[in-house]
């Protein structure tokens, strides 16, 4: 979408050099993508779009939420990640493993204060990882009105229903 504005140049990070590192210490979804958003565009020069996203699992109180990367520790792997999640979930019905993946996008200029979008994708967790696409959590979510993980259903599907997509559509009417 973005892309397809008149004089809109889409760049990432890997563009520029020296641009500092940028640390996710907000209590939300939104303090971080705004963080991440006002910081880099203050480095840069240009708009800047950023988001923070995450796991909230009903079961576990919202866990792993805003640390969703570091629920297992700073260095854990995908896959530790979703072993720790089930092993907390190992004694949880299936009527109760209602869960949601929530985004928030980020968007700031130099010259004006960061807007920002937040969207969720509600679904459930399933017992065991199934698919073979994706990253993080994908393969022990589904999302609701599907069978299948967002790791089964696969990119094309997956991001149109997104959180991160619906987020991002959200976004574009900020710009």
Known sequence: MLGQRPNVTVLSLKDFRGVPEVLENGSTYRENARKKAVQISEAVGCLTLADDSGLEV??????????????????ASDADRIQKLLAAMKDVPDCQRTARFTCAVAIASPRRRAEI?????????????????????????VPNGYECTFA????????????????????MVLI
């Open 117 to 141: 979008s937040v969207a969720v994708c509600e679904g459930w967790i399933v017992r065991e990882p199934r698919g073979s696409t994706g990253f993080g959590y994908d393969s022990i979510f």
């Open 58 to 75: 009903d079961a576990l109180a919202g866990a792993p939420g805003v640390h969703s990367a570091r629920y297992a520790g700073v260095n």
């Open 152 to 171: 089964e259903l696969g990119g094309e599907v997956k991001n149109r229903i997104s959180h991160r997509a619906k987020a991002l559509r959200l976004a």
